[in-house]
């Protein structure tokens, strides 16, 4: 604990206006935390997260380990080595600890997963490891079993499914465990014991059926979900519950298809009434809870839970002794995930961490059976996340903060917003203006920055300190609206299958009419508009590009996708996921319009980027880079998603700011 506090800074407080305030440098931004991924082991023995280690200038990081049975005393650090990089860490029962690794990779993949069926493909290997507090000897409980294939070894290799899916908290040595089946073709799952380093199969996946639920109290498998292609196109996914003769029966009431895609999710079991928790949207817009008799194949009447404006996320059943299995608490999507607590000292121990510190976010971790020790985390868009640890209900104490050096005088705050679509629709948004920006000061540069997926959303990010994106350019006296355009997942039913085919379409018209929507609130200065986005998002920046009358200046692609012919056939790595999403990814195909190209734009994209590969961009760069101010940013050694590496966000970053500094709004 001591070391951590010595490493944190301190600042004066400083009055500053909209127009003066610094901007964060890009170092400083792209650097790894000072700390993350912090967790609490089950007894509440020892604390273990990424942490860079002290006088590193955030370049590098490692795994921390604190004793707990020893307060004050500085955590042992174990470093990343030249090529396998930590990237997460997690504290689990019987004193062990799981890390996560990645490292650069090239090599020939056949085809599998997302990589090339020839030559080399530039990625990452990803491997999850079993260590305890020691950090000694890291064991691999997950790996594939050896088939003497080679090019079965190396899908299985790169793909790395492998790790915990129910870590049985009444059980001291089992766990449930995931990792590619002999074939390759599957995940199977197997209970694992800690001690004999033994495994029993459970389930082993196959092309119609896939894993549910577990009982995490036996090991047990009590649901699972039946994919079936009918004659009519139509992708049928029904669940099937196993039923007191061990036989697993089909419940029509729990069956989705691809085209209407309700949302119907299996989250727990009520070992007192026999009875399932399902999240579900079919019968509101919104998700909500309900409760489902397996027996008699019904609903209840009424949900358990369901709020008004946002939908139901899951559940939180206990997993200590004295509360397993009661009912904790009701998660959903508002601004940032929130929380219902039904347990009486788990809502008290929340409410009093309200009060102690009013105006953040307070995300409980992990906590002890007896509630001697809870791992909390504070935040909120302007305030960088900082972990504590309650003991016994009483004074918080410091570990220390993920990004101490933001200041939160430096970063615009991040609120929920709502516009209407020029068909009327309402979109969700969320709106950060630059810091000290009131009413009246007059329009600012703005950033229309919608999210990836495109079946996917935003929050605000309370309990993370907000998005580093938004620190980047609000920071720099922009404005930033991240519209959930029609196609994000999480705002309601309606909302997310309005976008189904309008790539490019009515799915950009939302992002135009958010900029519209700014001008005329007099936030965003109609002469200064950006289109940026990054995966869907640089979809959305190459449309931008070639659209007729943009109302945006310039545009922005990380990653994007440009050719909609191409995506649509290949679209994820999961073959259910193709079945459900591959058909609605039609609309305006940037690659076919390039003729029509408008503003400058810049594109930045991976060199080891396999989920959309790196031929989107180049494309799309050699056909517009004639016709309008055109550049090309290939990043090195950075993959699609996180984890990045401090040198991917700076080259990323760098670019950014000269383009806007220079190539921009130069006409």
């Not at 196109?233 to 036989?247: K, Q, R, W």
Request: proline share 5%; with cysteine; net charge negative.
């Amino acid at each position: 604990m001591k070391l951590l506090k010595s490493m944190a800074f301190a600042f004066a407080a400083i009055s500053i206006t909209w127009g003066a305030n610094a901007q964060i440098p890009v170092e400083d931004l792209g650097r790894y935390p000072a700390m993350s991924s912090l967790d609490m082991s089950p007894d509440g023995k020892f604390l273990v997260g990424l942490m860079t280690p002290p006088g590193n200038d955030g370049t590098d990081r490692g795994v921390a380990v604190w004793d707990l049975t020893k307060p004050g005393s500085a955590p042992t650090f174990t470093p990343s080595n030249d090529k396998m990089k930590f990237i997460g860490a997690s504290a689990f029962k019987a004193g062990k600890i799981l890390v996560r690794a990645n490292q650069a990779w090239t090599g020939a993949m056949y085809g599998c997963i997302e990589g090339k069926s020839t030559g080399a493909t530039k990625t990452f290997i990803q491997k999850t490891y079993m260590t305890d507090i020691k950090m000694k000897k890291f064991d691999e409980p997950f790996e594939p079993v050896k088939t003497g294939n080679g090019i079965l070894e190396t899908c299985a290799k790169v793909s790395d499914v492998g790790g915990i899916v129910a870590d049985l908290p009444l059980d001291d040595t089992r766990v449930v465990v995931s990792r590619v089946s002999k074939e390759w073709e599957f995940t199977e799952y197997l209970v694992y014991d800690l001690k004999k380093d033994s495994y029993k199969l459970i389930f082993r996946e196959n092309a119609t059926d896939s894993l549910g639920l577990i009982d995490t109290r036996t090991g047990e498998l009590l649901t699972k979900q039946r994919l079936d292609n009918l004659a009519d196109g139509e992708y049928y996914f029904t669940t099937l519950i196993v039923n007191d003769a061990g036989e697993f029966e089909e419940h029509s009431q729990l069956t989705w298809t691809s085209s209407k895609r309700n949302t119907i999710d299996v989250v727990g079991k009520d070992e007192t009434s026999g009875k399932y928790y399902v999240v579900t949207d079919q019968f509101s817009d919104k998700s909500a809870l309900y409760m489902y008799d397996a027996k008699a194949k019904k609903f209840d009447d009424q949900p358990l839970f369901a709020h008004p404006d946002f939908s139901v996320t899951g559940i939180s059943l206990g997993r200590k002794p004295n509360n397993f299995n009661k009912l904790l608490a009701v998660f959903y999507d508002a601004a940032d995930e929130e929380v219902y607590y039904v347990d009486e000292d788990l809502y008290a121990i929340h409410e009093g961490l309200k009060s102690a510190f009013p105006g953040k976010t307070i995300t409980i971790r992990e906590y002890t059976e007896d509630f001697s020790k809870v791992l909390f985390i504070t935040g909120s868009t302007v305030d960088t996340a900082t972990y504590y640890l309650l003991r016994d209900r009483k004074v918080p104490e410091l570990i220390g903060a993920s990004r101490p050096w933001i200041l939160p005088q430096d970063i615009g705050p991040t609120e929920l917003v709502y516009y209407n679509a020029r068909d009327g629709m309402k979109i969700p948004a969320f709106l950060a203006k630059p810091p000290g920006w009131k009413n009246g000061d007059g329009p600012v540069p703005t950033v229309i920055m919608p999210h990836g997926g495109p079946w996917a959303r935003d929050y605000a990010q309370s309990s993370g300190g907000g998005d580093t994106w938004v620190h980047f350019f609000t920071s720099r006296g922009y404005a930033v609206l991240k519209p959930q355009y029609r196609g994000s997942r999480g705002w309601g039913h309606s909302l997310w299958l309005a976008g189904d085919n309008e790539w490019g379409q009515k799915m950009q018209d939302d992002k135009d009419d958010g900029a519209a929507w700014l001008v005329q609130e007099g936030i965003a200065d109609p002469n200064k508009l950006v289109m940026m986005g990054y995966s869907y998002g640089g979809f959305a920046a190459f449309a931008a590009t070639v659209r007729e009358n943009s109302p945006y200046q310039c545009a922005i692609a990380g990653a994007g996708v440009a050719n909609l012919e191409r995506v649509g056939a290949l679209w994820s790595n999961d073959r259910i996921q193709r079945a459900i999403q591959g058909h609605t990814v039609t609309g305006m195909d940037p690659i076919e319009n390039t003729d029509k190209a408008n503003i400058p734009i810049l594109i930045f994209h991976g060199d080891r980027d396999v989920r959309v590969p790196l031929f989107h961009s180049t494309d799309f760069y050699n056909k517009v880079k004639d016709k309008v101010d055109a550049e090309l940013v290939v990043v090195k050694d950075m993959p699609h998603s996180n984890p990045w590496w401090p040198e991917n966000f700076n080259t990323s970053f760098n670019a950014i700011d000269d383009f806007l500094d220079n190539r921009c709004f130069s006409n």
